[in-house]
Every structure is written in structure tokens, then in C-alpha cells.
């Protein structure tokens, strides 16, 4: 069973839109909500993160925002750019008991288009 | 520059052969991860470690792969006998505590 979904799968946005990545969860044990941003050829890289006492969370650009009643999180991108252009991963974390499991949603590629 | 190191970044091999991957964690961190990432599944785990012992393979198939971690300074994930849907890029990532994971270059495996 997928512990985190995510969607659209492609996205393609004019530069200057706003890019919207959604996730939602099942798992209300989940502690902690990152966005990793992965470029062709390289390894996933942490954009931004949020735990769950917070519903929004602002790092230039990029700003998550999160339901946690709805199990749901997303990613927006304001005034998105061509180098934005990558794909974008939710993942789910859990850090009880000693363990740290990191789960990933299946992706979003995103496409800016001058 | 701390940052997680993969070994080699290629790999191509014919069916049936030993693969072994290698993994620098980064300085100080406990846990490290394995990841393979495939178009149809995407990034999933395929174990665990912290503090050096297996936390969770459950996502390897037992069979034919084996993850280990000699030292705090290497992480190995072992391929035998390979086969061509073992072809994937596979990430080991590491971290310190209970937030970012940091993730190596990748390796791109090729099995033929």
C-alpha cells in the first residue's frame, strides 16, 4: 500500500505561474513532511520541510502548506522559472520508536515553459 | 564539502554477475539509506541502517541483494546474480538524527 500520494504526475506551467504539487497521507504517525527537488542526472536534494505543528512554511519561492486534519500537503512554487523546471518528491517520515523511515511519493515532473 | 559518495556512477554488467555498489556516508551521520529509483516505481527503499545495524530491508529481495555496512565510513549494497529488471539508478542517502537526508549522485546499473 502507497503510504504517500502524489499528484498531478507532470505539471507544465507558464514562467511567472504558480506550480501546485499535492500529497496526501494515510499515516497520521508521520513526523515530519520534506520536498526534495531531483535535476536529470543527480540525486534527490532537500528544497523545504514542515512538521506537523505548522500549516505553512515559506522559503522564498517555494511555500508548503499543510492540512493536517485532511492528511494532505502540497508544494507551491510562485512565480515559477525555467531552472525550476525538475522533478519534484513529498515523502513522509516516521522517527518513533528509533526507527527512520523515509518514504517517497512516485514524483511530479515539473516542466516551465518560457 | 561534506556530501554523501557513490561508487562507480556507471555500471554495466551481463546477466548473472556479482554487482557491488559503494556508499561514503557523510561525516557524523548514523543513518544510511538505500534507494532505488525506476520510472515505473519511483524511489523506493530497499534498507536501512543506524549507528552501522540494519534497521529495515524489507524492500530488498532477499534473495539476490545484500546490504551492508563494515564501517561507519562504507556502506555496500550487493547485487548476485544480477538480472536485467535490476536495472535502475540506486541512491544511498545518509543523515544525522531525525531530518534531512542527504543523497549521493547515484548509480546507474545496466544489466544486459
Known amino acids: 500500500q502507497q503510504q504517500v500520494k502524489q499528484s498531478p504526475q507532470s505539471l507544465i506551467v507558464q514562467k511567472g505561474g504558480i506550480s501546485i504539487i499535492n500529497c496526501a497521507y494515510e499515516?497520521?504517525?508521520?513526523?515530519?513532511f520534506p520536498w526534495y527537488q531531483q535535476f536529470p542526472g543527480k540525486g534527490p536534494a532537500l528544497l523545504i520541510a514542515i512538521r506537523p505543528d505548522v500549516s505553512e512554511k515559506k522559503e522564498g519561492r517555494f511555500t508548503i502548506s499543510f492540512n493536517k486534519s485532511a492528511k494532505q500537503f502540497s508544494l507551491h512554487i510562485m512565480d515559477s522559472q525555467p531552472g525550476d523546471s525538475a522533478t519534484y518528491f513529498c515523502?513522509?517520515?516516521?522517527?518513533?520508536?528509533?526507527?527512520?523511515?523515509?518514504?517517497f511519493g512516485k514524483g511530479t515532473k515539473l516542466s516551465v515553459i518560457p | 564539502d561534506a556530501r554523501v559518495t557513490q561508487t562507480p556512477r556507471h555500471k554495466v554488467t551481463e546477466m548473472g554477475q556479482e554487482v557491488t555498489m559503494r556508499c561514503q556516508p557523510i561525516?557524523?551521520?548514523?543513518?544510511v539509506f538505500w534507494y532505488r529509483q525506476t520510472m515505473m516505481q519511483g524511489l523506493e527503499l530497499l534498507a536501512y541502517?543506524?549507528?552501522?545495524?540494519?534497521?529495515?530491508d524489507s524492500g530488498m529481495p532477499k534473495d539476490r541483494f545484500s546490504a551492508e555496512m563494515p564501517d561507519a565510513t562504507l556502506a555496500t549494497l550487493k547485487i548476485q546474480p544480477s538480472e536485467p529488471r535490476d536495472s535502475a539508478v540506486y541512491f544511498c542517502?545518509?543523515?544525522?538524527?531525525?531530518?534531512?537526508?542527504?543523497f549521493g549522485q547515484g548509480t546507474r546499473l545496466t544489466v544486459v
Open positions: 499515516n497520521t504517525a508521520f513526523d515530519y
Open positions: 561525516l557524523g551521520h548514523n543513518t
Open positions: 515523502a513522509v517520515l516516521y522517527s518513533g520508536a528509533g526507527s527512520y523511515q523515509l518514504t
Open positions: 542517502a545518509s543523515a544525522a538524527g531525525g531530518s534531512e537526508a542527504f
Open positions: 541502517f543506524r549507528n552501522r545495524a540494519p534497521l529495515d
